[in-house]
């Protein structure tokens, strides 16, 4: 079943158009890796999906019952965010914003489901950390977590390793592989082309070449030639 079809999209702001005829779907459980060129448009892509923009053309559909507001985000960080002075609980809880409606506060079932997450990630002994004390690595588990307090569906993760160690960046790496072996869609952008064909089953590459499709077919294209020659998206 495809949870989510984008068809003919063109990508950008105002008169400046990154991409454009960009069609492709998403079946559920898949786990679909993003690379191409910087400035290609592929945060743009994510943020379309989760309509935080427009697209100036196409369409994008939804199935299976989700729904933009029933994706969980993990967006890059910024140099502010990382100094954010709340606990990690408080951070995680925020996840379940979606949840909320009409109510001032959260009720006691998205307080359990945030901390079912975090043990999921194996923070639960960081719950009255300040977020801003903890390692990168350690971070990027909390804000995972928030992001699953959203979804059970499907995870958009914008290079969710960029900044880790090796050792971090592969612990990383692992947990969202359990994550979609459990049946959550992963759709996450990557600079890491030999991290991509490995624990990817898709590969969509946008920016002076197109493809879309499995990883097999993706090592064979001329996109995925150039890309793999050099052992890293540039």
Known sequence: MDQLTCKNLKLGYENITLTEDLSFSVEKGDYLCIVGEN???????????????????????YNDDLTASKIGYLPQQTVVQKDFPASVFEVVLSGCQNSL??????????????????????????????????????????????????????LLLDEPVAGLDPLVTNEMYE????????????????????????????????????????VEDYKKSAAGSSYLEGGEAK
């Open 175 to 214: 947990l969202i592989k359990r994550l979609n072996d459990e049946g959550i869609t992963v759709i996450m952008i990557s600079h890491d082309i030999a991290a991509s064909v490995k624990y990817a089953k898709h590969i969509l590459h946008i920016g002076n070449e197109f493809f879309s499709g499995t």
């Open 101 to 154: 409606g009409l109510k001032l506060f959260y009720s006691k079932a998205a307080k359990k489901r945030a901390m079912d997450n975090m043990a999921r990630l194996g923070i639960s002994d960081l719950a009255k950390w300040c977020y801003r004390d903890l390692s990168g690595g350690q971070q990027q588990r909390v804000l995972l977590a928030r992001a699953l307090c959203a979804t059970e569906k499907m």
């Open 39 to 61: 400035g290609a448009g592929k945060s743009t892509l994510m943020r379309t999906i989760l309509r935080l923009q427009k697209p100036l053309a196409g369409t994008i559909e």
